[in-house]
């Protein structure tokens, strides 16, 4: 592409950055990130978040595609100790870059590439969080029933103790605008595992927001214990925040 081409594509829309925290996907890095860098322009930007938790050649394949293209940017934070670390790294990473639109996905290929459009499309409606959902019409979740019963029922719970709209609160495929993006950097999440998704998407109802229909594909049947009753400690928690506003002190 010819730089007067480059420059034109930039301007069509807001820099786009997307979040993707990696663990060993060795195998599937290269398809993944060509399936993903199709939808991007000139200006937007990948980081790839990787820790100590990665054993393979993740991070070598990384860095390879980085020094062929400048939309690949390695994020190596070995500092991280647990699955929400990494995520705030991209986020941070994002944010810092200048991204006006922080698009979080999982790079294990659960999450379909193809699918980013649908993220852009609605963000460039005016929307300020775009959250993908497996459960309004056009959305799929195929996983073994354990995981389907868990996220399921986390957002069935989330809608029943805390009023929550949103039909998926557990999915982690989903669209930030910079200052939506500001105020999670700020105000972070309690959880140290996977319920601080709920957290987020909970925390984004006080923003314009959208649902999208999406595919989410996990094989894996593992799911932690402590997860889940750290999960039920938090969101008694934000119960009782709730119903505490506006009461006198």
């Known amino acids: 592409m010819h730089s007067t081409e480059q420059a034109k594509g930039s301007s069509l ?10 663990a060993n996907e060795e195998k599937t890095i290269d398809d993944f990130l ?12 990948v980081f790839c978040v990787v820790d100590n938790i990665c054993q393979d050649r993740t991070k070598e394949k ?16 070995p500092q991280n100790r647990c699955v929400v670390d990494a995520y705030f790294a991209g986020y941070r990473a994002a944010y810092d870059d200048g991204c006006e639109w922080i698009l ?6 659960s999450h379909l590439p193809e699918e980013v459009p649908l993220f852009i499309t609605a963000m460039s409606a005016g929307h300020e969080y775009v959250g993908g959902s497996r459960y309004m019409r056009g959305g799929r979740h195929q996983s073994p029933l354990t995981r389907v019963f868990v996220s399921r029922g986390g957002t069935i719970l989330a809608r029943l103790v805390l009023k929550a709209k949103m039909t998926d609160m557990t999915s982690g495929f989903e669209c ?7 105020r999670v950097l700020e105000k972070g999440v309690s959880s140290r595992a996977n319920f601080f998704q709920t957290e987020i998407r909970f925390m984004m109802h006080q923003f314009r927001w ?6 989410y594909r996990n094989a894996n049947y593992s799911i932690g214990r402590n997860s889940i009753r750290e999960s039920f400690r938090i969101l008694w928690g934000m119960y ?5 506003k506006g009461k006198p002190s």
């Not at 990384?62 to 934070?77: G, H, N, T, Y």
Request: overall charge positive; cysteine-free.
């Open 13 to 22: 829309r807001p820099k786009l950055g997307i979040s993707v925290p990696l």
């Open 34 to 45: 060509r399936r993903v860098l199709v939808h991007l322009l000139p200006h937007d930007r």
């Open 62 to 77: 990384i860095s390879e595609w980085a020094k062929q293209d400048p939309r690949v940017v390695l994020v190596w934070s």
């Open 104 to 109: 979080e996905m999982d790079g294990g290929m």
């Open 176 to 182: 930030f605008h910079r200052k939506a993006m500001q």
């Open 210 to 215: 959208v649902e999208v229909p999406i595919t």
């Open 240 to 244: 009782r925040a709730e119903q505490t």
